[in-house]
């Protein structure tokens, strides 16, 4: 049962069932990528089925739109959707102004794009991913593989006037190949260390032609539920200031724990 889960794996279950509950019926909701957004996936699958939840769901991946189908849940476009009431998603780092690096999994662009056309943006992510400073991760920046070495080499000239510890940069791979996003594109990963000001290497990033769009997320989330190894749950707003600590109970969750060890 839960005892089977790594901490890491309980905290990211807990920050998932937490924002499961802002879920409600009649919602379009997004749906981010990763594996603590697949955890999401899973808690309303099980409303779904069992409760009766009507949503109508934005994946931001096709792997996150064949667990939602897999879930039982109703998957839409975004521009059917056109807007949604809440974007829940993962995130590799997050600081203390709830500014993200994202795209560990290759899917930004779409999660920066369903995010940005939601009514609020929520982040889950277990306490690991919580940082003084962005850039210990490596930022992912998607470029178009049409002259993607002469791209590599300018983002690396753009970053010797940013306020940055690292330079280095590294083309992302899926075993032998370059990895391909859902749109065809590459992944270049910055290895920064540190980023001094996230909001002026975004834009200048976004600026460079062959850049489609960079992990940084900057004014874009407006809560994170953290999860903890033990359960404990804490729900940061960015508007209101406030923390609220909850705890989830593994025992109640026999039935999805059940399910995994199929
Ligand atoms: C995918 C993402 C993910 O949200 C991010 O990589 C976190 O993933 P995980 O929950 O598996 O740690 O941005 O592009």
Known sequence: MSSELSPIDKAKFAAAKRAAALVESGMRAGLGTGSTAAWLGRCPGERVRNDGLKIKAVPTSTATAELARSEGIEVIALDEAKWLDLTIDGADEFDGHLNLIKGGGGALLQEKI?????????????????????????????????????????????LVSMDVLGRETSLRMDGA????????NRIIDLHLKRIGDARQLALTLNQMPGVVENGLFIDICDRVIIGFGDGKVEVRDIDSGTVENSQVDFAEESNLFADLAD
Do not use: N, R, W, Y
């Open 114 to 158: 369903v995010a940005t056309a939601s009514d609020q943006m929520v982040v889950i992510a277990d306490v690991g991913k919580k940082v003084e400073t962005l850039g210990a991760f490596p930022l992912p920046i998607e470029v178009i593989p049409f002259g993607l070495q002469t791209t590599q080499k300018l983002v690396e000239e753009a």
């Open 177 to 184: 190949t370059p990895f391909a996003t859902d749109e065809g």
